[in-house]
Structures are given as C-alpha cells and as structure tokens.
C-alpha cells in the first residue's frame, strides 16, 4: 500500500454494486440515461452512500464511474480507508444500505416505493456470497486496486448539482451528501474543470503549442522512441495520474513483457487516457519526456500537434 500523507498507509479498494429494480416499470438503466433523471439519480446515489460515512473521518468513499447495463446500473466504487469500507459492508449486510438506496432512489423518480435487488463485487468475486466473513471481503476489495480517476461525466453531473445548489433551485429538505464526500467531489470538479480552460496552449522551445487529448498517433509514436525509458516516463506522469503507481507499471511491465517495448509503452499511454480521459494531455506527456531527456521524442509530438499563432 502506498504512503498517505500523514504517512502513514493509504487504504484503497474498489468494488462494484450492482442495482436493479424490482418493478417493471422502473428501469435504472434507462432512467440514467435520460437527461431530465440522470441529475437526480446521481444525487440519491450519493446521498444513500454518504450514509456509511462519517462526518469527522477523513476516509473518503467515491463513485468513480456508473456503467449502465439494462436493466442494471453498476456503480464503481473507490474506498479511501479501512474503517470506513468497514462500515459500508455493515450496511450492506444489514440492509440499512439497501434501505437508503431505495428511499432516495424511489424520491428521485417520484415513485411512492421501490425495491432493489442488489448485488457486490470485487473483481471475479461475488462478495454477497462471503459477507459473513467481513476480513475476507475486505481482503478481496483491498486487493482490486481502482485503474482510474472520476468519470468526467460524473464531474459534469456534480457541476449541474452545485448549480442547483447554488441557485437555490434544489428541493427543499432533500438530504445532502455527507462533507467529506461533498468536499472531495468539489474539490475533484474545480481541478477538472479549471485547468484544461486554463491550458489551451503551453510553451515548448519559445514557441506555442496548443494543447489537446492524446490519440491514437501519439500512442504509436510514443512506443516506437521511448524505448526502455517508458517506465521514467510513467513515473513522472504519476504526479497527474494515480494510476501509473509503481504497482500499475510493474503489472504493466510483467503482462506485456513477452511483447515488447514497444507494447508495453503503448498501454503505458492507453492506461494514463482510460484513467484521465481528456486530461491526459499532450503538455503532460511533453513535460514528462523533457524531465527524462527525451527532447527528441517530444519534438516529434509536438510536430503532430497544431501550432498556435496568437499570443498565450
């Protein structure tokens, strides 16, 4: 486990709840997917799941991503802390979980009631089947490690969240997402919605270059130069991406070795785009490659880029 900062070591595992509605004409998956639902959905989910947190922890649980499987939704979780991930298979097992989901769940789609079938697991593993044996499921969640960063769907579904909050336009005694969670999701909003706007172009050799998303060119290039230093390379992309951790390039040197350097570069840069999305950008990887001496491969990059011709 890696060192938080207090230093002492962080906790982190993820596993996903499965949701389905017991009744006909409830679909959730076809609910998320309508724009007039998805805000509000979003919201009973959080605020059910802020339920197993508590307010002076500073263990964090987080929707990474919601995946829609008719009829199911599958939420993807991030736990931050021992105790806490505790406290969540408690209500899960009890079913105060279930209980809160489907008061906040049946309030979002004006329903009078409503009932969940709901099933946990942890990669392969059904943790349903273990929940007796609290040690073993926090072992199985504790060792599926999450691969990435929030959705930025999910920062946009926050964004409209805040707005209504804003505007006073919520409803009136809704419940809210517990602080710690509501800090986290603010503070995860601000970061990805400020900074790309505030980097459209970035300064490469006294000229500028305008910034964008990594394709599919830039992976080829990338892993036909780097050459043995891909692993430098991913460790200072680190800094912007927690999935390149040490464990993350080590995996991703033992199960591409057998294919190359050139393989194992490439899913080094798929693995960075799947976690940050658009903000796996070319000024990241730029930097990353001139803080190892790359200079040349960088050069290379930028030539595919679309120079700027006004001023920053």
């Known amino acids: 486990m890696a060192a938080g900062q207090n230093g002492h070591e962080e906790w982190v595992g993820s596993a996903y709840l499965f949701l389905e509605s017991s009744l006909d004409k409830v679909v959730l998956s076809e609910a998320y997917a309508d724009p007039k639902k998805k805000v509000a959905l979003y919201k009973a989910l959080q605020t059910a799941l802020s339920e197993s947190e508590s307010a002076d922890s500073p263990d964090v649980l987080e929707i990474l991503k919601i995946h829609c499987s008719d009829p199911q939704l599958v939420v993807q979780?991030?736990?931050?802390?021992?105790?806490?991930?505790?406290r969540f298979l408690k209500a899960y097992r009890e079913g105060a979980l279930r209980t809160a989901l489907q008061r906040c769940i049946a309030?979002?789609?004006?329903?009078?009631?409503?009932?969940?079938?709901?099933?946990?697991?942890?990669?392969?593993?059904?943790?349903?089947?273990?929940?007796?044996?609290?040690?073993?499921?926090?072992?199985?969640?504790?060792?599926?490690?999450?691969?990435?960063?929030?959705?930025?769907?999910?920062?946009?579904?926050?964004?409209?969240?805040?707005?209504?909050?804003?505007?006073?336009?919520?409803?009136?005694?809704?419940?809210?997402?517990?602080?710690?969670?509501?800090?986290?999701?603010?503070?995860?909003?601000?970061?990805?919605?400020?900074?790309?706007?505030?980097?459209?172009?970035?300064?490469?050799?006294?000229?500028?270059?305008?910034?964008?998303?990594?394709?599919?060119?830039?992976?080829?290039?990338?892993?036909?130069?780097?050459?043995?230093?891909?692993?430098?390379?991913?460790?200072?992309?680190?800094?912007?991406?927690?999935?390149?951790?040490?464990?993350?390039l080590d995996s991703l040197a033992y199960e591409y070795e057998r294919d190359g350097l050139y393989e194992q570069a490439?899913?080094?840069?798929?693995?960075?785009?799947?976690?940050?999305?658009r903000r796996a950008t070319l000024q990241l990887l730029v930097e990353a490659l001139e803080e190892n001496e790359l200079t040349s491969l960088a050069e290379e990059l930028v030539g595919q880029a679309e120079p700027d011709g006004g001023p920053a």
């Open 77 to 86: 979780l991030r736990f931050c802390g021992r105790p806490l991930c505790g």
């Open 107 to 248: 309030s979002a789609l004006a329903q009078e009631a409503l009932r969940l079938q709901l099933e946990l697991r942890a990669g392969a593993e059904q943790l349903d089947t273990w929940l007796t044996d609290e040690e073993r499921c926090l072992n199985y969640i504790l060792a599926q490690k999450p691969d990435r960063l929030r959705d930025e769907e999910l920062a946009e579904l926050e964004d409209e969240l805040c707005k209504l909050t804003c505007d006073g336009s919520g409803q009136g005694g809704a419940p809210q997402v517990a602080p710690a969670a509501s800090k986290s999701l603010v503070a995860s909003l601000i970061e990805e919605k400020s900074l790309p706007e505030a980097r459209q172009t970035f300064l490469f050799h006294g000229q500028l270059v305008v910034n964008r998303p990594l394709n599919l060119q830039d992976q080829q290039t990338f892993a036909r130069s780097v050459g043995l230093k891909w692993r430098r390379v991913g460790r200072s992309l680190q800094r912007s991406c927690r999935a390149l951790r040490d464990p993350a």
């Open 266 to 277: 490439f899913q080094l840069l798929r693995r960075f785009k799947q976690a940050e999305g």
